[in-house]
């Protein structure tokens, strides 16, 4: 949770916050549907979950931007593994998320051009 550190790794990008967001996402040739909640299934600690059967990824409201970007990253993550059937170690999930959140926000424009 060190915000302001991460933040700093993107210079001057910035990270949207929750109404940037779309209703929906691919993941590979699946559509996945993004909703917010104030509390996920009833428990406080969760701030993403993602319902493999209904295609669903839940969001927890109030994140700061890079915190809800890396979650989205997160459930992404837990969604390919239905997608490309395979199994990532929660562990290593962790860890994508932050390296695959800071890799995107400080090459976004790179990216972008590279990618059309
Ligand atoms: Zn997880």
């Avoid at 990008?13 to 929750?18: A, I, L, Q, S």
């Amino acid at each position: 949770m060190t915000t302001a550190r991460d933040l700093s790794l993107s210079n001057s990008k910035k990270v949207r916050g929750r109404k940037a967001y779309p209703n929906k996402i691919l993941v590979g040739k699946e559509e996945f549907e993004i909703q917010f909640k104030r509390v996920i299934f009833d428990d406080e600690k969760y701030l993403g979950i993602c319902d493999l059967e209904d295609n669903v990824i839940y969001l927890k409201k109030g994140q700061d931007p890079y915190e809800l970007f890396k979650t989205l990253l997160h459930e992404y993550l837990h969604a390919i593994e239905k997608s490309d059937k395979i199994k990532i170690k929660h562990s290593l999930i962790y860890r994508l998320e932050k390296a695959l959140a800071n890799f995107l926000i400080q090459n976004f424009e790179t990216l972008q051009k590279i990618i059309k």
